[in-house]
């Protein structure tokens, strides 16, 4: 999509694959970059507050993002990210449970005239009981079409 193709309010939820992030995968992406208990020790995250072992943050942000660049929706127009606004973790992010990932189109500003402008992408993360999990807002610079 280019930036014209853009709709504020404009959601994109079917085309986005669910994620599940196995323990394994988050023990692993902790012990190497947030080797906090909660995230990479079984039997102290047992003993937490969490009942278990809980994704990181930024690992969970990476995972879910990751989703939506998968769909190549906006491989055409995308020159590359330009913020992270907003992150809020409303829920922990268990393993071996599913997620559903939304995109709604939240803002968009013309930089320059016919060739580029700011998208604002918010995701939105809903565990199975359709809890939102995560909340967050990315901004992209994209290309017009020309």
């Known amino acids: 999509m280019y930036f014209e193709d853009y709709v504020i309010g404009q959601i994109f939820d079917r085309e986005i694959e669910p994620a599940i992030l196995t323990e394994e995968e988050i023990i692993e992406n902790a012990k190497e970059y947030d080797p906090r208990d909660i995230h990479c020790d079984k039997n102290l995250a047992e003993k937490?507050?969490?009942?278990?072992?809980?994704?990181?943050?930024?690992?969970?942000?990476?995972?879910?993002?990751?989703?939506?660049?998968?769909?190549?929706i906006d491989a055409?127009?995308?020159?590359?990210?330009?913020?992270?606004?907003?992150?809020k973790w409303l829920r922990p992010v268990y393993p071996n449970v599913r997620y559903d990932i939304k995109v709604?189109?939240?803002?968009?500003?013309?930089r320059n005239e016919?060739?580029?402008g700011f998208v604002t992408y918010q995701m939105i993360v809903e565990n199975p009981e359709k809890d939102l999990v995560l909340d967050f807002l990315v901004?992209?610079?994209?290309?017009?079409k020309r």
């Open 48 to 72: 937490s507050r969490f009942k278990g072992i809980i994704s990181s943050g930024i690992f969970s942000i990476m995972t879910f993002w990751s989703k939506w660049v998968k769909t190549g």
């Open 114 to 116: 016919k060739q580029d």
């Open 139 to 144: 901004t992209g610079l994209v290309k017009c």
């Open 76 to 87: 055409d127009g995308m020159i590359c990210g330009v913020s992270i606004e907003g992150a």
């Open 104 to 110: 709604k189109i939240f803002d968009k500003k013309i």
